[in-house]
């Protein structure tokens, strides 16, 4: 527990000494930051839009908002940050379309088929080994039906609010703590525990009328992305 802890210390302080480096105009301090995050931003906009293709240009626009703005950060988490104008972007794109996203799944299936859960690893796109040649436990069965889960998951965040969406994705997927998400929505504790604990029902309740494949849903661990 101890090495963790310092572990964490060092990577806060060298993602600190990056984001000092990028305010004072360091392109590749700032590069370096995207390789951090981009992963982790790409698939929040995933999961909130539904579309790869749009998912990506959302977080494109957010690294490019948040080049621009570095100099104004001022808070203690990057991420969450990051985060908010990666949210805001998605937010932008729903009143751009004027009606809600529609589910497009291919480039999560495509990650899930590779043996790497979506939103971890590489940039889409990569050339991977097949899952069956690195690991050898590797069960398509068992795959098959992550596959499974995972779409019905998603099909069924996408029928959530955009806000209860948001802090579900943010809570249960990105392992993000209830203050980071504060910052992330710009509201208060209560209110981020209330959405959250609104929107699990509200997916229960979806799951559970498309026949839910697996147990009842639970809190990962931190760090540890449930979808």
């Known amino acids: 527990m101890s090495e963790r802890r310092d572990d964490d210390?060092?990577?806060r302080a060298s993602?600190?000494?990056l984001i000092a480096r990028a305010q004072r105009g360091d392109r590749a301090a700032f590069n370096r930051l995207v390789e951090l995050h981009q992963a982790g931003a790409y698939a929040l906009a995933?999961?909130?839009l539904g579309d790869p293709d749009t998912a990506a240009d959302v977080t494109q626009d957010a690294f490019f908002s948040a080049y621009r703005a570095i100099a104004s950060f001022r808070g203690t988490s990057?991420?969450?940050w990051l985060y908010r104008i990666v949210s805001n972007g998605c937010y932008d794109t729903f009143r751009a379309q004027s009606r809600r996203p529609s589910v497009s799944l291919e480039a999560t299936l495509e990650d899930e088929r590779e043996g790497e859960p979506a939103g971890q690893g590489g940039q889409h796109g990569d050339a991977r080994l097949p899952a069956a040649l690195i690991d050898t436990t590797w069960d398509p069965e068992r795959a098959a039906l992550r596959v499974e889960v995972i779409e019905r998951i998603q099909s069924a965040l996408l029928r959530l609010g955009p806000e209860q969406r948001l802090a579900l994705v943010l809570s249960d997927?990105?392992?993000?703590?209830y203050d980071e998400i504060a910052a992330?929505?710009?509201?208060s504790l209560g209110t981020v525990k209330s959405r959250i604990a609104r929107a699990r029902g509200h997916l229960r309740d979806i799951l559970s009328r498309q026949g839910e494949p697996f147990g009842p849903a639970r809190r990962p661990e931190r760090g540890q992305t449930s979808i």
Not at 173 to 177: A, E, I, P, R
Not at 184 to 187: H, L, N, R
Request: aromatic share 4%.
């Open 46 to 48: 995933l999961r909130m």
């Open 15 to 17: 993602e600190q000494a």
């Open 184 to 187: 992330v929505m710009g509201t």
């Open 78 to 80: 990057f991420r969450a």
């Open 9 to 11: 210390e060092r990577a």
């Open 173 to 177: 997927v990105q392992g993000l703590s």
